[in-house]
């Protein structure tokens, strides 16, 4: 692994970035043609005699590693970052990005929080069988959200870190233009005691995406609902105990274009000041846009000054209880969160100063691969201003500095949007009433709120037409 600056791809190495999930596959797709691996140590390995490894390997060899030197250090993971000795404590090791890199090769992306309550996303570098592995390198991969570097794959077929203030767009998750993409939403049933319902968001086409339902294979009695609030559509599932352990796959094709500030035919944006469950009316959001806005002309301009405020006040943190549920009022007072935190708190500072403002939640591509997992939902947020609406990207923006012009008035064209709108009104509704907003499924067994294991997956469609935006220098 070698520091490099630039963005140069060939056909034989279609991915564009990133030590993460199946990406990783390039590299060992690249040395798996022949029989044998050439190592470090210039010793030819016979990959006949090298064990399968499976995720579920790794996963045990990086947690054993974390756990025996957690045990060392005294109840903490232990790790030196510049000057800086942290003292750490297992959040999660991110599933969906461990990896084979080739032979008794292996990586994984672990957080870890430390004692000031900050969130390191850290690499790790593994060699050996299941049971025996041996970590080989250590590196903090990012603060609260913030990168150091991005990964980029060369012509050589070799990945190598980049700094971030280097990195151009196609490394910090930005397609522009156009985007084309299959998606997978996979939702796995836990244990059913009675009866239980599911709430799932079922995706739809407006001027910015394509939407085309290949094929939804769930259990269960099956109603499309629609949303009496924000008219989002719905799938509605009724499951009983003979559906434990189904799983629910609903397969899309998506065609989707940037977005850029846009007019529309809306005449009622009087809606979009109006309070909801979490982003209420409060005197802190009015006293804080007032000293935010105060001596600024035109809510544009306003607006990007509640924008920079949103990222100066905020840290990207998904640690500890409360954070994750849109609350205004908790993003206000922690000032940690993550994207619909940070949205709501914008939301409801823009609101507060007669600016219309709303929510949308869905998914973002990864710009950097054209396959492989996704690491949950993503939201974003638009406001109203000169007979236009504004899309917006906070979190993206404080995680990313050099992007924060371009996600003020842009969403980039690999997203998928679920469902637009807070307190979604639907019948039959769940017994809780609204919904807060939809991603994730919402389901209820016997009337009580139950989680379920989650799954996206994608695999782009390349017809060229992004070749720009990801081989370019």
Known sequence: IEPSSSCVRTAAAVYCQVARVAVFAVLLGSVAAGCSKVEQTGQAVPTNSVPTVVTADIQAGIEKHIDELTRSGNGFFRLAMGDKLLSLKLVRVHTEYLANLG??????????????????????????????????????????????????????????????????????????????????????????????????????????????????????????????????????????????????????????????AYASLETDLKQYLKPELLVPSDSRFSEIAEGIIAGKSGDLVRARALYDHVIDRMRYMKYGTGWGNGDALYACDIRTGNCTDFHAYFIALARSAGIPARFAIGVAIPSERYEGGIDGYHCWAEFYADGKWWPVDISEADKYSALASYYFGHHPANRLEFSHGRDLTVAPAPAAGTINFLAYPVLEIDGRPTKTKVEFSFQRIDRGQNAGNRNKD
Not at 217 to 242: I, M, Y
């Open 103 to 260: 032979p008794r090769r292996h990586f994984a992306c672990v957080d870890l929080v430390d004692t000031n309550g900050d969130v390191y996303d850290v690499d790790f570098f593994l060699t050996g069988d299941p049971g025996t592995m041996i970590v080989t390198e250590t590196m903090p991969h990012k603060i609260n959200g913030q990168p150091y570097y991005v990964w980029e794959q060369k012509k050589d077929l070799i990945w190598r870190r980049v700094p971030t203030d280097k990195a151009p767009q196609c490394l910090l998750g930005v397609i522009t233009g156009n985007d084309e993409f299959d998606f997978l939403y996979r939702a796995t049933l836990p244990a059913i005691t009675n009866s239980a319902r599911m709430w799932l968001p079922y995706p739809s086409a407006d001027q910015f995406q394509t939407v085309v339902v290949k094929s939804i294979t769930a259990p269960g009695k099956q109603r499309l609902l629609e949303d009496l609030t924000h008219s989002n559509k719905v799938l509605f599932l009724e499951l009983g105990p003979g559906d434990s352990g189904k799983a629910i796959e609903m397969s899309y094709h998506v065609q989707r274009r940037e977005k850029a």
